[in-house]
């Protein structure tokens, strides 16, 4: 069965700290994708990025880094200097490479970030 | 503004009554995808469409059901409304119906926020 573990429910971070949001991921698939999706107040999700089970290279945008870690089933989203408008809940999500859009989704990490 | 547009906002509505909820996908996409998130369950698959025609299926209650028009707009239809039906239901929308390449995004409206008293 496919599952996504967000074990943080919530974090409150003071603007300027980093903060990581943890995702755990269980699959049976050899190949699958992750995602980060992020949900402000109001309320629309938006999506912030996708990584194939293949690459394990991690990634950076901006103050966004992503480390995926295959050996632990991990995909951790770092925020780097945050912001107030950071604040939002966090989707980590999971699919099937064949279903890509079945997107099974974790429960979200909501972030206060805290001026 | 991600170019899916779902109508109306916000709803409200008695146990028992039926309601339709509208998604209009960004231009060029022929598959949409409805998600409910609620409190309990967190954000939840229900039902793909592509091009018309129902292309996977996920926990989407028999009480529930959609359709997509030759136009591409897509309704979802839920009867019987009960109070665990209060939630938040988007709907998505992607150029294609499967992740062949992986080069395609799912593109998700604002959401219609469902209260049923």
């Known amino acids: 069965a496919q599952k996504v573990t967000q074990a943080q429910t919530e974090i409150s971070v003071v603007e300027k700290e980093d903060v990581t949001l943890d995702c755990v991921y269980e699959t049976r698939d050899t190949t699958y994708y992750l995602f980060w999706y992020k949900q402000p107040p109001s309320g629309e999700l938006v999506f912030l990025i996708r990584r194939n089970s293949f690459d394990e290279q991690n990634e950076i945008s901006g103050r966004y880094s992503w480390n995926f870690q295959k050996s632990t089933s991990s995909f951790n989203f770092t925020i780097t200097a945050s912001q107030v408008v950071d604040s939002a809940v966090y989707f980590c999500a999971l699919s099937q490479t064949e279903m890509i859009y079945k997107i099974i989704f974790g429960k979200g990490t909501r972030l206060h970030i805290l001026p | ?117």
Request: glycine residues 10%.
């Open chain 2, 1 to 117: 503004d991600s170019g899916v547009t779902q109508t109306p906002k916000h709803l409200i509505t008695a146990t028992g009554q039926r309601v339709t909820l509208r998604c209009s996908p960004r231009s060029g996409d022929l598959s949409v995808y409805w998600y409910q998130q609620s409190l309990d369950q967190g954000l939840q698959f229900l039902i793909q469409y592509y091009n018309g025609e129902e292309r996977a299926k996920g926990n989407i209650l028999e009480r529930f059901s959609a359709q997509q028009f030759p136009d591409l707009h897509s309704e979802l239809n839920l009867s019987s409304l009960e109070l665990g039906d209060s939630a938040l239901y988007f709907c998505a929308s992607s150029v294609g119906s499967e992740g062949a390449t992986g080069n395609t995004e799912a593109f998700f409206g604002q959401g219609t926020r469902l209260t049923v008293v």
